[in-house]
């Protein structure tokens, strides 16, 4: 059985509550918790709009040991790739080992509303290809980089331009990185703190060039879809790893079920109203930044039903431990409960309780 880790939603929730989930979270469980990194949150009625690095520190400052990862930090315009490097190897630093990257090719809500143009999916993958060679070459060992060049060439179906693309950097003795990409380039850059430990890098995909990227580059893949709809995408990611020389087994296939917990299945349902923007058709790609337009969109077009399929609404909470085996059943290595419930200090107790032990029970056994 997998790992369960907790959710914390920054477009959803103030600063000062999310802290106090996350302090909750760990006094009863929860070791890892995974959270989001938006300009603009999906919603505009009660959003937030957190800026999530600087929340990360505070969180670890206020916690023991729990680990922190972000799902996900798209590393494709208002984010330059070193800086991001720079930032997270920082927080290391801080709070060794307790900190992962997640990337992503980001969303229009976020890029576009700090005055970018909202580019094919095909070039933000490209640009998220060169920023995570950029982030590893700041962050990794020399021989590391070495041993990569030579998984990419050994590969069977290697992709010609990922391994030109490897070619277009250089790290001389002291660390110094030298970077020429198509869309972005560094020149001499270091990292004079550096990690002090090795940042578990991932990224989130659902098309299959993404998914790809994710098995040759990265240590796993983070994904929305659920149990059912996974199988093709695992043995996409499994077999192009193989061929990259990597041993599938050693990396994550992450997943985020979402869940609203109530006695009342009405208010339950109620509160999961704030993530049906989250249903819009090919809501990834659509060129809509402003949350107001996002949320009129989302009542014209995602039917309640719709909005009911992709979250587990649920009256008791013994009743999330079938969907949750789902998950683990289907190859899931990780996942990390993303909860809308109306109350949700109390979902977090009450899962602790009684779902989260039965979990490290059968991890046990």
Known sequence: MGFIGYWASQEQYSMHSLIKFVI?????????TMTSD?????????????FTWVWLTAAAERTKNMKFV????????????????????????????????????????????????????EI????????????????????QQHQEKEEEENSKETNQKDFDLLNKSDMDEEGFVTFKGEYYKTKSAKLYTPPSKNIPLYLAASGPETIKTAAR??????????PNKVKEMFDLFDKTAIEANKKSQTLQKIGKPMISYSEDYDKAFKSSEFWRAGQIEQVFDIDVNHPRALQQKAKQEVSDEKLKESILIVTSIYDLIKPLEEYFNAGFT???LHSTSPDEMDFVQKFCTVVLPYFKDKNNK
């Open 70 to 121: 972000t799902g996900v930090t798209s590393p494709v315009y208002r984010y330059n790739p070193a800086i991001i490097a720079q930032a997270f190897a920082s927080i290391d630093v801080l709070y060794p080992g307790r900190i992962g990257l997640g990337l992503g090719t980001g969303e229009a809500m976020n890029e576009v509303s700090v005055g970018f143009n909202w580019p094919s999916s």
């Open 24 to 32: 909750e979270a760990e006094k009863g469980g929860f070791t890892a």
């Open 38 to 50: 938006h300009f603009h949150p999906w919603w505009h009625d009660n959003g937030y709009g957190n």
């Open 124 to 143: 933000r993958l490209k640009r998220t290809i060169e920023a995570i060679q950029i982030i590893k070459k700041l962050w990794n060992k020399k021989e």
């Open 334 to 336: 990780q996942i990390y």
């Open 217 to 226: 580059y990265t240590d796993g893949l983070i994904t929305i879809s659920k």
